[in-house]
């Protein structure tokens, strides 16, 4: 469910287009094929701009298109600018779900060969893209021995809330996420762009849109419990690796982490164009569009 958000920042013909949205800081910006540009000042940007940007900041959003490799790259890319630039740097995934967050250290430290983190962290079962796809952001993470964080909450908890709502929890599963806060209408702008810019409406639509909150909220609330465990340092920087739909505008696991600390954070979204590419300039801090993959 809800698998037509994975390439949702890849181009198609819209009557909606989820890249050029009028939330956030106005106008718009065009991006190169192979680019990324700061949406504030307009200009070129490099991962170290990024780590630089970072700067007194919390969080870092990195969205993708979870099947295009260059993303991936440009995400290892950053991670490793932001550990040049002297930060403490944790990694979270919307990749992996929290009852395998024990397996994801091991891989870290260098005890696992690839086959064993593959099976161990139930990647072919849980997430199912090719994971060579994400190889370079795996092997940035285990040379610079950064912890991982599995972000996600259980799959099947995803599923209830899409076709019962909210209720369908469990009050023991209710007890682990945040309630979900439902009114945030440039979110629900966002999700309808997502789904083919059709309005959330019905029973059916609204459990849907509560499920894809249940999936943010729940990042969300994994990422402030990791933070929670330390005392705050101001080199600490919590990086998210997710989708872009969990992202853009501010309005995804940003959004509900800034509602809670304050903390806004620096997002990047990626995205692939056939060509030069407009975006609006809200849609994060910076933007990188990656040419087409065969």
Excluded: C
């Excluded at 024990?102 to 994971?131: A, C, H, M, V």
């Excluded at 912890?147 to 599963?173: C, H, I, K």
């Excluded at 083919?196 to 639509?205: A, D, F, K």
């Amino acid at each position: 469910m809800l698998t037509a958000l994975a390439p949702a920042a890849i181009l198609t013909a819209q009557a909606v287009n989820p890249l050029q949205l009028p939330i956030g800081r106005p106008g718009t910006l065009e991006v190169g094929l192979g680019e990324m540009r700061s949406t504030i000042t307009g200009k070129l940007a490099s991962p170290d701009d990024v780590a630089a940007a970072a700067d007194g900041h919390r969080f870092v959003y990195l969205g993708e298109s979870h099947d295009r490799a260059r993303h991936h790259e440009m995400q290892a890319a950053i991670v490793e600018a932001l550990v040049r630039r002297g930060r403490t740097v944790i990694v979270g995934f919307e990749m992996f779900t929290r009852p395998v967050q024990d397996e994801l250290n091991p891989w870290t430290l260098g005890w696992l060969s690839e086959d064993e983190f593959i099976e161990r962290s139930q990647w072919k079962t849980q997430w199912g893209f090719d994971y060579g796809l994400y190889r370079p952001i795996f092997e940035a993470v285990r040379r610079d021995r950064l912890p991982m964080v599995a972000l996600n909450v259980p799959r099947d908890w995803v599923r209830a809330v899409g076709r019962g709502g909210p209720s369908a929890l469990t009050p023991e599963q209710s007890s682990q996420v945040p309630p979900l806060y439902l009114a945030n209408s440039d979110h629900r702008s966002v999700f309808e762009a997502l789904m083919g810019g059709h309005p959330v409406s019905g029973t059916q639509g609204e459990n849907i849109y509560a499920a894809q909150v249940l999936w943010d909220e729940g990042m969300a609330d994994t990422a402030l419990k990791y933070l929670d465990r330390f005392p705050k340092s101001a080199s600490t920087v919590f990086v998210v690796i997710a989708g872009s739909g969990h992202v853009m505008y501010g309005q995804g696991i940003n959004y509900r982490i800034d509602r809670r600390t304050g903390e806004r954070g620096v997002t990047v979204m990626m995205a692939e164009g056939e060509g030069p590419t407009r975006v609006a300039r809200g849609i994060g801090e910076f933007v990188y569009v990656s040419q087409p993959e065969s």
